[in-house]
């Protein structure tokens, strides 16, 4: 649970690719508040089922479906940016699944957690300082440390964008090669915005610099 672009579906991802090896069958649901429930209850069924192929047309077969093809199996299934209670008709209850399967949701509202009875809730802090500029050389540079003539516009620009790992990205790429001016003038579009936690204030700033 968290704020959008603090890194969720990246750590969901990792821990799939960690422990997934232990399931009889994974699935992972990406953009789930963008996607219809018949895509994804069918998504759900053929990753599980590999080499199966399924064509469900409404939600309450779906729902029957998943619940007869896999209580009796050990599954992961993740589902990422949950936005309403759309797991409802995917992963319903614990007695859906058989002993040991495990359910992962992502979402920026701890309500859908609290519905579903979720049995831990994890909520990712934003970077430290440290960590935001090993990420902006990274993504600035392209190497682990950053130079020591340009040390002082990537702390500034870090502590203004507050830790968020996307927001980290977007910005910190463009400036990848351009001159310290262009640094300048995003430090001082940052710093002229009314900043909060969203992170859609901090895009906006990359987003306007796009060429058409």
């Not at 859908?112 to 300082?129: N, R, S, T, W």
């Not at 002082?152 to 001159?179: R, Y």
Request: aromatic share 8%; charged share 25%.
């Amino acid at each position: 649970m968290g704020l959008g672009g603090i890194g969720k579906t990246t750590i969901v991802n990792v821990v799939s690719n960690e422990i997934s090896r232990h399931f009889e069958g994974c699935s992972f649901l990406e953009n789930v508040r963008d996607t219809s429930l018949i895509t994804l209850q069918n998504q759900l069924l053929s990753e599980i089922l590999k080499g199966v192929r399924f064509s469900i047309t409404n939600k309450g077969k779906g729902i029957n479906m998943i619940k007869e093809r896999l209580s009796k199996k050990k599954v992961l299934v993740i589902l990422d940016d949950v936005d309403k209670n759309s797991e409802d008709a995917l992963v319903g209850k614990c007695d859906w699944f058989y002993l040991g399967s495990r359910i992962i949701i992502t979402t920026r509202n701890k309500q859908i957690l609290h519905h579903h009875g979720v049995d831990e809730i994890y909520e990712p802090p934003k970077m430290d300082a440290k960590q935001s500029l090993q990420l902006f050389s990274r993504c600035a540079f392209k190497i682990d440390e950053i130079p020591e003539d340009y040390l002082d516009l990537p702390k500034n620009i870090t502590k203004e964008i507050g830790g968020l790992p996307l927001a980290l990205e977007v910005i910190d790429s463009s400036l990848f090669g351009m001159e310290k001016s262009f640094w300048q003038d995003t430090l001082e579009m940052l710093q002229n915005h009314i900043l909060d936690a969203e992170i859609l204030i901090k895009l906006k700033i990359s987003f306007d610099g796009l060429t058409y």
